[in-house]
């Protein structure tokens, strides 16, 4: 299953409204904060972190970012709580990726929908990856493929999102690539990507369908083999040794982008203050040169043009969650 990169590689001007301001965005003095919506250690933290670190070496904000956790529902309490209790703090951003687009498609955050936010911006994208501990059976994607089509149920795949998110995505469209029914997986969920390595290096999972950013720290252990990289090509740099499943013969590719979202009620002014902030950010070179370190690729997305992004990736999500299975 090919998703559609052309959507996702789309390219469009960054859309600045009349509030914006010319020139240098004025540094902000009040304290700010970002809402990770898991537990620490996976791709959310990840996201606030490079946010938070960033903006103040680049002198965008003048005290530090606080960054606080919020798991559950593998987003859907930040989102209600944003909704419930911070409709219109300008101050407050939250991590979202593409995962927070699949569980919207699939209804998974309660009552509210992709429109009750204001999405902010997107500062990079990753790519899922699947991958085992370095002395499991599979010495690449084929090999496991075979296996799970023989006895899917004696392999146990896990990851950060419960049976519908993006990392179960990963997980069921490379069993439909071996001609394995989605349905027939065994799969356990976990509270973010840094618990489901923890679960995969402990062996209580054989199989972890994560994000290729996340595994940075550990390419260099000798703990982990990353079977396949959910890419359109290989990306360069420390992940260059590492396979695309297409080119061993699985059509599967996943990209995350990493983004932020604010309140409903947050002004315009607020808002265009941080899509303004969130664009000067990018074009600065440690920006650059702490977001490759992070293991993300370039994408920059802001306003206007990420919030209709992000309404159109979830009507895409829909269609995909009917192809797969979990909805009629």
């Not at 690449?140 to 990851?159: H, R, S, Y």
């Not at 990306?235 to 040794?241: L, S």
């Not at 309404?311 to 829909?318: D, S």
Request: charged share 20%.
């Amino acid at each position: 299953m090919k998703f559609n990169t052309a959507f996702l590689r789309r390219s469009a001007a960054a859309v600045m409204g009349a509030a914006l301001m010319t020139g240098s965005v004025q540094a902000l003095a009040k304290p700010t904060e970002c809402i990770a919506p898991a537990k620490p250690g996976g791709g959310y933290d990840l996201t606030c972190r490079l946010a938070a670190n960033a903006l103040q070496e680049t002198g965008l904000i003048d005290q530090p970012m606080m960054v606080s956790y919020m798991p559950g529902g593998i987003g859907a309490v930040a989102y209600n709580h944003v909704n419930g209790v911070r409709k219109d703090d300008p101050n407050l951003i939250v991590a979202a990726s593409t995962g927070a687009a699949v569980n919207l498609a699939l209804g998974k955050f309660g009552q509210y929908d992709a429109d009750e936010v204001r999405w902010l911006g997107a500062l990079g994208v990753d790519y899922g990856a699947i991958v085992v501990k370095a002395d499991a059976p599979w010495q690449n994607l084929k090999e496991l493929a075979q296996d799970l089509k023989t006895q899917p149920g004696k392999i146990v795949f896990g990851a950060g999102g419960t049976v519908g998110s993006q990392d179960w995505m990963k997980a069921a469209l490379t069993a439909k690539a071996a001609d394995v029914s989605p349905r027939d997986l065994r799969y356990v969920a976990f509270e973010g990507g840094g618990e489901s390595l923890a679960a995969l290096l402990g062996e209580h999972i054989h199989v972890f369908t994560g994000d290729l950013s996340e595994l940075r720290p550990h390419l260099d252990s000798g703990k982990v083999r990353v079977l396949a990289a959910l890419a359109e090509e290989r990306v360069g740099g420390p992940y260059a040794d590492i396979p695309t499943a297409a080119e061993q013969g699985y059509d599967v590719q996943w990209p995350i982008w990493r983004g932020y979202y604010m309140g409903p009620n947050v002004s315009d002014e607020a808002y265009n203050a941080w899509v303004a902030r969130l664009e000067e950010l990018a074009g600065t070179e440690k920006f650059a040169e702490m977001r490759d370190a992070r293991g993300l690729f370039p994408m920059e997305r802001y306003g206007d043009n990420f919030d209709t992004y992000v309404k159109e990736m979830v009507v895409q999500f829909k269609e995909l969650a009917k192809e797969v299975g979990l909805t009629q």
